[in-house]
């Protein structure tokens, strides 16, 4: 079972969304869709429609979802080759275009796995303290359905404290709540989206962003319980901010990068 798992139709390019409080972020009277759990969608749609594994895959975000919507998840494949597809998916609330992915799909025998990217030393998750949040937090949006631990860095109130960060780096140990739940390329993608949780580490204020774009990128998938989200805030200019992340399996193991660009949303 997967975390999201978009509806077929009878068109088998198309797919459907219900999307529930639960694949939502937000105060409770201006929930929308979480950006991650659109990527998500749209990377779950894309794969059960060419049949192959998802490489990469980059949303670009346009407008919001609120829950109680059913939203279509349209695929267009315009190349496929013997190893590789290309294919998009439109995600739209009737007329209104939601989202765009583009992304490339597929595996090619006998090629060399190498890992050059190394996870950081950072205490196991049982040793580090639970998410800390600004907020009420709702149990039943997206938040409720993972165990978030702080490995490194400020959240929350504590954000604010001792000014920016030198370095821009804030860490994360996540797993779903749910055991059964497997650490799939769904998942990391939503993982990958608890990117902006970074931004008040490294500025040192109340602050946070709208994601324009979140590209995944994956490697090897092995299993694991728990994912360590490496985010690094590498700068902001014009209103705007740029970060990446690493996710890597409790083993060392890099299963996927993620970088986005966010309008960034200082708080009073």
Not at 29 to 50: I, R, Y
Not at 70 to 78: H, I, K, T, W, Y
Not at 162 to 185: K, M, T, Y
Not at 203 to 229: E, K
Request: glycine fraction near 8%; include cysteine.
């Amino acid at each position: 079972m997967t975390l999201i798992a978009p509806v077929p139709t009878d068109n088998p390019l198309r797919f459907q969304l219900a999307v529930t409080p639960q694949l939502c972020v937000g105060h409770p009277d201006s929930q929308f869709l979480f950006g991650g759990a659109g990527l998500a969608a749209a990377l779950a749609a894309v794969e059960a429609a060419t049949g192959r594994p998802a490489v990469w895959a980059a949303a670009q975000y346009l407008s919001y979802a609120r829950p109680d919507t059913l939203l279509d998840l349209d695929v267009a494949v315009p190349v496929s080759g013997k190893y590789t597809s290309q294919a998009r998916v439109t995600v739209r609330d009737g007329a209104s275009e939601i989202l765009t992915v583009n992304a490339a799909l597929g595996a090619r025998p006998d090629a060399p796995e190498v890992q050059w990217a190394q996870m950081p030393v950072v205490p196991r998750p049982d040793d580090c303290p639970p998410m800390t949040y600004n907020w009420i937090r709702r149990d039943d949006d997206v938040n409720g359905s993972f165990d978030q631990r702080m490995a490194h860095g400020r959240f929350g109130q504590a954000r604010t404290d001792g000014g920016p960060s030198a370095d821009g780096i804030a860490r994360l140990w996540v797993r779903p709540c749910d055991p059964d739940q497997p650490v799939d390329r769904v998942t990391l993608a939503v993982i990958a989206d608890f990117l902006p949780s970074g931004v008040g580490n490294a500025l040192g204020t109340s602050a946070g962003g709208n994601s324009l774009d979140n590209t995944i990128r994956f490697a090897r998938l092995v299993p694991t319980r728990w994912v360590l989200a490496d985010i690094r805030i590498h700068a902001t200019g014009q209103g705007f901010i740029h970060g990446r992340v690493h996710l890597f399996a409790e083993d060392g193991t890099l299963m996927a990068t993620a970088s986005q660009s966010l309008i960034l949303r200082l708080h009073t």
